[in-house]
């Protein structure tokens, strides 16, 4: 849910973060979704600024958000702690069931769908196209009602926003014609996936992935990694 009023935190936000890091990506989404007043400072991975290492995060680690004077790092806590800090934003089921269950989902995407993605997306790996619709069968049974959001949300909750970094460079793989296209298009056609397609697509349509997925510099940085292994 994108609120009409902008959320002023009770202290300062800043965001350090990198456009081409889905783990990074789940704390821009889930600020963005709730429409929260932040600053965000892009973070090169490959050369990261001595004034980041020494003044911000030793560790040199995206996402770390900075709230006042805090630092908070590790991508499911710092979506969680906006998730908490923005009760009106509604990022985290109120039920104690359905938030149980919503976690569950997350964990199981991560366990089933994101080696996959690691396989195509970091190990460049593109015959791992292959294997989308095993780890899809294993997931399904954890997306719950989704209509269009996990438990019948009208808006993205905590399970989906941690989920949809790697889900929407999954399919940016898929569509970029680096894999073979039979893959993409039996997952937008066949009936047996249409449920999976519809959510994930109701999901790319949202505030916050519509605001923070650079799908080109993505791309661009995956051609870079083939083009480096030789396999472009």
Not at 3 to 13: D, H, N, R
Not at 71 to 77: F, K, M, Q, W
Not at 161 to 181: D, N, Q, T
Request: charged content about 25%; some cysteine; overall charge negative.
């Amino acid at each position: 849910m994108s609120s009409l009023k902008t959320l002023v935190p009770p202290k300062p936000i800043k965001l350090y973060s990198c456009v081409i890091c889905p783990w990074a990506a789940r704390t821009w989404i889930a600020l963005t979704q709730a429409n929260v007043e932040f600053e965000y400072i892009e973070i090169d991975l490959k050369n990261k600024p001595e004034w980041f290492l020494k003044e911000v995060n030793p560790g040199g680690k995206v996402p770390t958000l900075k709230y006042g004077d805090d630092i908070i790092i590790e991508s499911a806590i710092t979506t969680e702690f906006v998730a908490d800090l923005f009760p009106e934003a509604k990022l985290i089921p109120d039920d104690p069931f359905l938030r149980a269950q919503s976690r569950l989902m997350a964990d199981r995407f991560m366990e089933y769908l994101v080696p996959v993605y690691r396989e195509l997306y970091v190990a460049c790996n593109v015959d791992a196209a292959a294997n989308v619709f095993g780890a899809i069968d294993k997931f399904l049974p954890y997306l719950k009602d989704a209509k269009p959001f996990f438990g019948g949300s009208d808006h993205l909750t905590l399970a989906e926003i941690l989920i949809a970094p790697f889900l929407s460079r999954l399919y940016m793989v898929l569509e970029s014609g680096l894999v073979s296209g039979e893959t993409l298009e039996t997952l937008t056609s066949d009936p047996k996936y249409e449920y999976f397609n519809t959510w994930a697509q109701n999901i790319f349509a949202t505030p916050g992935l519509k605001g923070t997925f650079d799908k080109t510099a993505n791309l661009n940085w995956m051609k870079e990694r083939l083009s480096s292994l030789g396999k472009l």
